[in-house]
């Protein structure tokens, strides 16, 4: 279901000098308040950490230039979504991007990434699995991992110690849909209820990554689980 599509060189550089140029205005934060993960993962002491910061873009010139990225993808039916630019101090570990309504429904829709940050060693993985819960925790422990066949060895082939912490190898127990390299003019696009993460790019010694996201629609979401 991810769907890849390609960025000029020139409108990546235009994005990047953009995103430099509103850094200062980032006024947005997203915490990891997790501090036993923080010490074993990264060993980080504080009690939390900054692990993204970020900005919506609300300037109608660039929303125009991102639109017009979001508009190469099939099937985007709402693209004046949320757009955000965020720089990633800590590997996202394994959630969705849904939203649960006050009435328990769940609003879908898709995620698009345009990284701005290249580097080999910077991976999103997309799984084909779905879910109705944003905090992947709450859906994982209704699940009986003893009973689910090994499908893969992304454990092997990636760092994704910040997966599912503390029970990383659960990644090689789900079915794959791609995984999504940072590498330059490379944009994607997924369901935001796909389950997906980002690699350990700390373990890298990478000091963040900077990229911009943009959340469309606001499909309503049956989840298969209970
Ligand atoms: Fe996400």
């Known amino acids: 279901m991810t769907q890849f599509k390609k960025i000029t060189d020139d409108v990546h550089n235009e994005l990047i000098e953009i995103f430099d140029n509103n850094l200062s ?4 934060h ?31 010139s660039v929303r125009a230039k991102i639109r017009s990225i979001v508009n190469l993808f099939d099937g985007i ?10 720089r990633g101090y800590l590997p996202i570990a394994m959630h969705t991007d849904v939203s649960v309504n006050p009435d328990n429904t769940v609003s879908d829709g898709y995620t698009i ?24 925790d709450e859906w994982a422990n209704t699940i009986d991992w003893n009973n689910r066949v090994k499908l893969n060895n992304l454990s092997e082939k990636y760092n994704l110690s910040n997966g599912h912490w ?6 090689d127990y789900m079915a794959l849909d791609d995984v999504c390299q940072w590498s330059k003019g490379n944009a994607w696009c997924f ?4 389950i997906h993460c980002s690699t350990n790019f ?8 900077d990229y911009i996201l943009i959340q469309t629609g606001n499909d309503l979401y049956t989840p298969e689980h209970k």
């Not at 205005?25 to 947005?28: A, E, G, S, Y």
């Not at 039916?77 to 965020?86: A, E, H, K, S, T």
């Not at 700390?202 to 990554?209: D, F, L, M, P």
């Open 30 to 60: 997203v915490w990891n308040t997790r501090a036993p993960m923080l010490k074993e993962l990264y060993n980080i002491n504080d009690e939390k950490h900054i692990q993204t910061l970020r900005m919506e873009i609300k300037d109608p």
């Open 166 to 171: 503390p029970k990383p190898d659960i990644v």
């Open 77 to 86: 039916d709402n693209v004046d979504g949320f757009m955000n630019f965020c």
């Open 113 to 136: 990434m345009i990284p701005l940050t290249v580097d080999k060693r910077i991976q999103t993985i997309v799984w084909q699995e779905r879910m109705g819960y944003p905090v992947f």
């Open 191 to 194: 369901k935001r209820s796909q």
């Open 202 to 209: 700390k373990a890298s010694s990478i000091e963040y990554k």
């Open 25 to 28: 205005k980032f006024d947005d």
